[in-house]
């Protein structure tokens, strides 16, 4: 099944491939003669999934995107101390071929402009036997997850061309910012400007800066944090250049552009955004990555006020329901159905906020299930902030769902969800328990898989699963002692505090408990059908009913009281032993059913 943020991610790129305006960098000559209509954009998330459409493994050069990797390994080698001695980290304003020297010191403003990057270049070592464009090089490679490479005709087509940034590297080099000859500093430079990359290259690094310098992929980590935190920030002020502002407010995210067509933007702990796009707007930005990026943060919430905290995955743990079942007592034949078909319903469990990493981290979940599962059950519980492209994103899961012939069914204590399906074409299950939820996608697949003996809906007392191990006499015998009851839809059975009344069982309707919750309102607990029983439980919880027990339409009981279970086991204490044999049988598989649950729970 098809992810809706897939789906999305190639809408938007079939609306935005039809902008027309900028022009491919020329002043590089070997740079000119790019194809205008290459787009690509990709998502690689910190937990290391990439979603991708478009022109995403063309190669293209990396150009100034290099700048804020170099200012980080620049970092790692000599401190924040030394760094910030021959470059500031105040935005400029100004184009990213400007001047921008400070007077007096010829410090440059920041190490996204040329002359602050020239000064990063220069401030990297040589070390382990490596050059410092090796190391360099290397630190590219790191973050991309893969060995790059230099286009040799750029690189020597910049050597021939790149007279403004010769110049600048001339200048710092007068101030004592360069310290030694800047020849082999500006071949540098040059160098790492030329280094090929691809949109998913570029995607895998921002999302390695998102993931606090691990890359994703390999799980090397290839820049600290303190380095990372610097270099987003210089980012997040000077990134864009004179659109920095601009971008700031608009997009949210720290980002670098490359005349080379390439856009990275970061939103730390959550993903790495890259964008391909040869035809640039008047700041030297892709016009296209400029677009997509701004229809991205808006549609889908990723702008650093709204997704401040943390991305992490929302999912807690994802199990089918053999190993976590309702614990309501069936008959053999719907065990049997049960065993052979749970697998097909499935328990998602989610927590913490539903932000885009987390409803990413969802929807891939859900995307990705087998074709056998036909019945999903989204735990919501433990979730706390639910974003607007969570609600959008989740509505279009389940209409995929429904397309596919599936159900989603929902665990929602707080309502928060409703409004999203409100609209729908049906009703949306929902339940406020995991329990209930189970129990409805039991039923479910009982009613698909079985027959008309998995879920009757009439019983005689001597077919309910609770009493199945007496024999035809012991069976007579207490069905004689047995009252019959009959209630109407809502009428009250049991009510919480009352004494142990005796054991019911279902012969005919459904019966519905629940409990008093947190905030007072009433959390139902299970549904009950004909030849279940309930009531006996009582005697463990100092002989006081604890829930509210009430029929759901028409119901039909049996009912062995108190008082003829003290009869039985005073004039017929065999039977008594035997009732009391069956019943605890029948309890213990309820347990039984409990701690394979919470074996399941634990071990996710």
Known sequence: MESPIESYLKRIHQEIAELKDGKPYSTIPAMANVDPDNFGICLTTVDGYTYEIGDTRQEFTIQSIS?????????????????????????????FNEISLAPGTGRPANAMINAGALTATSLVRSAGGNTRFKRILNTYSAFAGRQLNVDEEIFESELEHGHRNRALAYLLRSFNILESDPAPVIRDYFRQCSVQVTCLDLSVMAASLANAGRNPLTGKEVLGIGEVERVLSVMAT????????????????????????????????????????????????????????????????????????????????TYDITGAPSGIRRNDEAMDILREHGHRARVIELNGDLLFAGTESMVRELSSLGEDVALVILDLRRVDEVAGVSLRLLAEVRENLVAAGRELVLIDADGSLAETFKDVDREVPTFDTRTAAVEWCENELIGRYGDELCLPAEVEVADCPALSPLSAGDMDALAGRMEDRAYADRDVVRRVGQRFGGVFFILSGRIETSVPGPTGRRVKLTTLSAGMTFGELALGSSDRQETTVKAVGKVRLKVLTAEAIANIEEEDPRLGVELWKALTRDAYTRVDLYLRETAVRIRD
Do not use: C
Request: proline share 6%; charged share 20%; no cysteine.
């Open 67 to 95: 700048k804020p990797f170099t200012y980080g390994l620049a970092l790692a080698d000599l401190g924040v101390e030394a760094v910030d001695a021959k470059v500031d980290v105040e935005p400029s304003g100004d184009s």
């Open 238 to 317: 000077s990134g864009m250049y004179d659109d920095a502002g601009s971008w700031l407010s608009n997009v949210g995210m720290p980002a670098k552009s490359g005349v080379g067509g390439g856009t990275i933007a970061v939103l730390p702990g959550q993903v790495g955004l890259a964008v391909y796009s040869p035809p640039l707007d008047a700041h030297g930005s892709s016009v296209r990555g400029v677009a997509t990026a701004e229809r991205l943060s808006n549609d889908m919430e990723l702008h650093f006020v709204r997704a401040a905290r943390t991305g992490r995955s929302a999912i807690r743990s």
